[in-house]
């Protein structure tokens, strides 16, 4: 986009909030409060938990995986609830769901859980809110079917936001995992225990697959009236300016198609090459005499205004090399399309491979 004059700063930004379509959205409020003061604030009723004893890696076989996590569930303290949660979010930026399936043991009941979670979100505000929503169910039990869940199992493959909550409640600054400490700590209030533990996501764990599913159907929901987060807002822009730097640079270079056989050049060639490409080289006179590197443009061999299009296919002093390799008259997109190896082979012929500069000046005696 082409504007006559400096536009101000807020239509600017305006401009980049629609192109990165988050013009309009509900902004969610940052946590710059706290329901209690640190020193008021008991955590010693929830275990984080964000390794498994058996450690694995994700390039192990599901199998592998699964046993590993298996294994670090049997070392949990039993439990009366059990909740499963998943987040996820369209190439980790965009359409986002939360999902989670609680199960109370003593209760004898299931309950799934599933919430948009925004059209600009990512995976781990997704995976926040997943916890976030199931907890909210487990608290809003009425009180005689609390007292028979307090012992709980938080149980998600999202490492990332374990460690977020690790770092306690008074150093949050997201309102979403301020709220999920706010949950958990009116948990401890009513007398309940709460182990949060990572287990390897797509590893063949049925309460994960039936948490990651129901996020996938979240995902599908309503999301306009999700609010946005400003992690996720500036996600949004800096990808959009990426877009934008992306689509001008492929708009200004005159020669975005690759050359056939680039990847298989020297050093040398390669940069050789990449800068004939943009029109501005090194091997000729006119990029030189723009630096002062060189007294004029004019071309060593001829005479006429040096430049990457004379060099390739004008100066008459290559005329023999450049039929040779292209045939007559051919285009810059013709010989910038022929394989790298000519091109080079073409520069070496004719014996242009070194900056044609000045000589300095002879000194008298």
């Known amino acids: ?41 008991d955590t010693g009723h929830v275990q984080i938990v964000v390794d498994l004893p058996t450690p694995t890696k994700r390039s192990d076989p599901p199998a592998v995986r699964k046993e590993a996590a298996l294994r670090a569930l049997d070392l949990l303290p039993p439990a009366d609830t059990t909740v499963w949660s998943d987040g996820s ?117 049925d309460g994960n697959e039936d948490a990651d599913r129901l996020a996938g159907e979240a995902a599908s929901a309503e999301q306009t009236a999700v609010p946005i ?34 990847d298989q050049l020297t050093r040398w060639e390669a940069v050789t090459l990449s800068q004939l490409r943009t029109g501005f080289s090194p091997l000729t006179r006119d990029t030189l005499h723009r630096v002062d590197l060189a007294r004029d443009n004019k071309c ?6 040096d430049s990457v299009r004379h060099l390739l296919l004008e100066c008459p002093a290559y005329a023999g090399a450049r039929c040779r390799r292209w045939g007559p008259d051919p285009t810059l997109d013709e010989v910038l399309g022929a394989p790298a190896s000519i091109i080079t082979g073409f520069l070496r012929g004719v014996g242009r491979v070194e900056p044609p500069v000045d000589a300095p000046p002879q000194q008298s005696p």
Request: glycine letters at 10%; hydrophobic letters at 40%; proline letters at 6%.
């Open 1 to 41: 986009v082409v504007i006559s004059s400096r536009p101000c700063m807020r239509r600017v930004g305006r401009w980049m909030a629609e192109g990165a379509n988050i013009e309009g959205a509900t902004a969610e409020p940052m946590a710059l409060y706290r329901c209690r003061p640190p020193w008021e604030a």
């Open 89 to 205: 979010a369209a190439g980790g930026t965009t359409r986002g769901g939360a999902g989670a399936v609680i199960h109370f043991h003593r209760l004898g009941k299931k309950i799934e859980v599933r919430a948009a979670a925004g059209a600009v979100c990512s995976s781990l505000r997704a995976e926040l809110m997943a916890m976030r929503e199931a907890l909210k169910v487990v608290t809003a039990l009425p009180l005689s079917e609390l007292r028979q869940s307090l012992s709980i199992r938080l149980l998600t493959d999202s490492r990332s936001g374990l460690q977020l909550l690790q770092r306690g409640p008074s150093a949050q600054t997201l309102e979403l995992a301020a709220d999920v400490w706010r949950l958990l700590q009116e948990l401890g209030d009513a007398g309940a225990t709460v182990t949060m533990q990572w287990v390897p996501g797509h590893a063949g764990l």
């Open 229 to 262: 987060d400003l992690a996720s807002a500036r996600g949004a822009i800096r990808r959009h300016a990426a877009e934008m730097a992306s689509a001008r640079a492929r708009a200004a270079h005159p020669y975005p198609t690759p050359t056939p056989g680039h």
């Open 300 to 305: 060593p061999e001829c005479g006429d205004t």
